[in-house]
């Protein structure tokens, strides 16, 4: 018995999944003010009248880290960056303090020339009178060598009990010095709300005699255990989509090219498939103004949902982006897609428990809108939902004049010269069954949902496998292989192979996976990337600089 949490900002949604079949599902509100309540509360119901001990596992989709970077709600950190020559690094400043020491490591991973003591002291002082309690220590190139960013680790956390210390070369192994600066800050400044939260869902699950492992989606589809989330928290920024996705391929399996929609009520999500395979972000993943590392299927949210507020301005309906409130029709301050629905008889009302003050509170919102239009009720409700599936139109066609123009990725292979060309919609969220058609007129496509289309988002969470990626890189001349990621630094032979490397890189992954909680049959292992260049000096070869990337793949437990 696999237990399934999506918690979005409207609605919380659950589902138990037993043998590849949904047993029982729910939907409640979001209370914002307490959102462990609010998923506690859901996942207790869900519960009621099964036996705790069959639960295998709890995967849980949050948007606890994306709430706190969007609203700002971030913990203050103590930024310690080593640019090294050659970089104007003002634009690194991302910090609450941020402290620039002098030394550098070279591209190959030589301490050219170490830190100096004197400038850490410094910057411990600074985040002490600042009252700052969480870090973030990034050197340039300390992938090939982390030993700078561990030994002003070990001061920080000497000097400052109870900190946390995020290190650059631990959150990936690529070479982007700025992503991995901003990816560090991130993963320290949301770390103290993430770890609140997760702290939280322990302490009632132990209450309750439930011992299942707990798992979080992250962006990239897959899961993580607790304890790597708990140093990663930055990995489960876009969760909510990443579930979302994970849930339409589950329910709606295609092998076409494809646009897949979430409609919630704040947010619809978009995402594609290329021959059925989801499109992803091959740097990482752009949130607010920051640039990241963070591995994740593509996807972009815009503010249309069936709660997002309406008006009318200059002689135009205005949808979104802001979500005000509840419906018109349950006491909200604004009129909503949802009245409109309502208005049209399209609400099941067994689903949402309308009463007859409901109906008449959604007539009553859309005839107000209706007056400033010259249109009737049902006619203005009819031209909000035609409104509604113009922006989607809009937007999904301003994403493919964008994803047409560049090398398409995929998370399993870019595709040169593919471009895609949408032969059909997937669309989950409590409108699905409303807007399809509308879509299907808008798009002159076959527009598709799964029968618990309302709580698909949930079913992607309960069955996310687990998945990694790891980054080997291998200097034959200096004879050391590291995987970043790992911590993994070791001495090899000045013979060793790109084969051999390979090897070793896809054995690696798998126990990096089996560490986040997979079982052998979830792993599906692959070389993306892999180069070997041969290093010069004068005029002979001394050795080769290898790369490889290995990941275990998102996929869907079976």
């Not at 919609?425 to 409108?431: D, M, V």
Request: proline letters at 5%; one cysteine or more.
């Amino acid at each position: 018995m696999i237990i399934g949490l999506d918690m979005g900002g409207t609605n919380i949604d659950g589902v138990i999944v037993e043998k590849g079949k949904i047993i029982k599902t729910i939907k409640k509100p979001t209370n914002r003010d307490n959102l462990f309540n609010s998923i506690w509360t859901a996942l207790k119901e869900l519960l009621s009248g099964y036996d705790n001990t069959k639960i295998e596992r709890i995967n849980l989709s949050t948007t606890v880290s994306t709430n706190a970077i969007v609203e700002n709600k971030l913990s203050p950190v103590g930024m310690i960056i080593q640019p090294g020559p050659g970089l104007p690094y003002d634009f690194l400043a991302c910090g609450d303090e941020n402290v620039f020491i002098s030394g550098y490591i070279d591209y190959r991973g030589e301490i050219i020339k170490d830190f100096n003591l004197f400038e850490i002291e410094n910057a411990i002082k600074l985040f002490k009178e600042k009252n700052i309690k969480a870090y973030a220590v990034v050197t340039k190139f300390s992938i090939r060598n982390p030993s700078i960013e561990i030994k002003i680790k070990e001061i920080l956390e000497n000097e400052i009990p109870n900190s946390f210390v995020t290190m650059g070369h631990t959150i990936s192994g690529k070479l982007n010095f700025p992503r991995r600066v901003y990816t560090s800050y991130l993963n320290s400044a949301v770390h103290s709300i993430f770890n609140e939260f997760l702290n939280n869902i322990k302490k009632s699950l132990e209450k309750e005699g439930i011992n299942a492992p707990v798992f979080i989606l992250k962006a990239d589809g897959g899961t993580m255990n607790i304890s790597t989330a708990e140093k990663k928290p930055v990995e489960t920024i876009l969760s909510g989509p990443a579930a979302s996705l994970m849930g339409i391929n589950a329910m709606l399996p295609t092998n076409e090219d494809a646009i897949l929609l979430d409609i919630g009520g704040t947010t619809t999500d978009i995402f594609f498939l290329a021959d059925g395979v989801p499109l992803f972000e091959p740097w990482g993943i752009r949130i607010g103004k920051y640039k990241t590392l963070i591995r994740a299927i593509y996807s972009v949210s815009i503010g249309l949902g069936g709660d997002s507020s309406i008006c009318v301005r200059n002689g135009r309906i205005k949808i979104g982006p802001q979500r005000e409130g509840v419906p018109y029709a349950f006491g909200g301050p604004k009129p909503t897609p949802t009245d409109a629905m309502i208005t049209l008889e399209l609400i099941d009302e067994n689903a949402f428990s309308l009463t007859q003050d409901n109906v008449k509170k959604a007539y009553e919102a859309m005839t107000l809108l209706g007056k400033e239009l010259n249109l009737s009720a049902k006619d203005m409700a009819k031209l909000i939902l035609s409104t509604m599936g113009d922006i989607i139109k809009n937007k999904v066609d301003e994403l493919l004049h964008e994803i047409n123009s560049r090398p398409v990725y995929t998370v399993k292979e870019l595709l040169y010269g593919k471009k895609i060309k949408p032969k059909l919609i997937n669309i989950i969220g409590g409108p699905s069954k409303v807007l399809a058609p509308v879509l299907e007129e808008k798009f002159n496509l076959p527009c598709y949902y799964p029968k618990n289309y309302s709580v698909a988002n949930a079913v992607g969470a309960a069955l996310a496998r687990p998945t990694t990626e790891i980054t080997m890189l291998v200097d034959t001349s200096k004879k050391t292989l590291s995987v970043p990621e790992l911590g993994l630094y070791e001495k090899i032979t000045g013979n060793y192979t790109l084969d051999k490397a390979k090897e070793k890189a896809l054995e690696l992954v798998k126990k990096s996976a089996l560490s986040l909680g997979a079982s052998i049959e979830e792993i599906e292992a692959e070389i993306v990337e892999e180069s070997s260049f041969n290093m010069v000096r004068g005029f002979y070869t001394i050795g080769k600089n290898m790369r490889i990337k290995a990941q275990v793949k998102p996929g869907l437990i079976q």
